[in-house]
T-cell receptor, first 115, second 114 residues
Framework: EAGVAQSPRYKIIEKRQSVAFWCNPI?????LYWYQQILGQGPKLLIQ????????DSQLPKDRFSAERLKGVDSTLKIQPAKLEDSAVYLC?????????????FGPGTRLTVL | GESVGLHLPTLSVQEGDNSIINCAYS??????FIWYKQESGKGPQFIID???NMDKRQGQRVTVLLNKTVKHLSLQIAATQPGDSAVYFC?????????????WGLGTSLAVNP
């Protein structure tokens, strides 16, 4: 089966600009996650969707970050305005298929550099 | 070679040797554990998992051991190859109210010397 797709793979912006990332989960996976990964650290969950509803967004900086999954499939994560400390890799993952509800499968990530 | 993921984040082994990567988890209520491999520039890749009703599970060249008494998890890689060079993360999954959360360890970098 096809894996989790993300785009773009790389993005360089200046602080105070806005940016959006796109994710297409594995077909049939009801749960979708967005993570932020700082170099050398484990992923930090930003938001979790179950179908098109938000299950957990407790660590999402809501003053500047937003995410949506309108039709319960694709999702977008937006940052507006970006800060220097937002430089990181943004990972999308999905779960809920034959691998079981707990096994998360990750996309390649989008590496964001904020100058 | 062997490492404690939280205290020695880098493990260097010779090609062909066995590697052991250790992880101490935090939540005694965690009932599902996963090892991920992350190569440079890629997302984490699922390697193997184990549920809390087991203490050992084997895959292809990999074995995960779970010791619930001391909340310790280990990943053993047999006949380590250069392609095994990556950062390895353990993750624990536990109920958090009406949701299950994945809690990530700090990661251990494995370097395989040819």
């Amino acid at each position: 089966e096809a894996g989790v797709a993300q785009s773009p793979r790389y993005k360089i912006i200046e602080k105070r600009q806005s940016v959006a990332f796109w994710c297409n989960p594995i077909s049939g996976h009801a749960t979708l996650y967005w993570y932020q990964q700082i170099l050398g650290q484990g992923p930090k969950l930003l938001i979790q969707f179950q179908n098109n509803g938000v299950v957990d967004d407790s660590q999402l900086p809501k003053d500047r970050f937003s995410a949506e999954r309108l039709k319960g499939v694709d999702s977008t994560l937006k940052i507006q305005p970006a800060k220097l400390e937002d430089s990181a890799v943004y990972l999308c993952a999905s779960s809920g298929g034959t691998g079981g509800p707990d096994t998360q499968y990750f996309g390649p990530g989008t590496r964001l550099t904020v100058l | 070679g062997e490492s404690v993921g939280l205290h020695l984040p880098t493990l260097s082994v010779q090609e062909g040797d066995n590697s052991i990567i250790n992880c101490a988890y935090s939540n005694s209520a965690s009932d599902y554990f996963i090892w991920y491999k992350q190569e440079s520039g890629k997302g984490p890749q699922f390697i193997i998992d184990i549920r809390s009703n087991m203490d050992k599970r084997q895959g292809q060249r990999v074995t995960v051991l779970l010791n619930k008494t001391v909340k310790h998890l280990s990943l053993q890689i047999a006949a380590t190859q250069p392609g095994d060079s990556a950062v390895y993360f353990c993750a624990e999954n536990a109920d958090a109210g009406n949701n299950r959360k994945l809690i990530w360890g700090l990661g251990t970098s494995l370097a395989v010397n040819p």
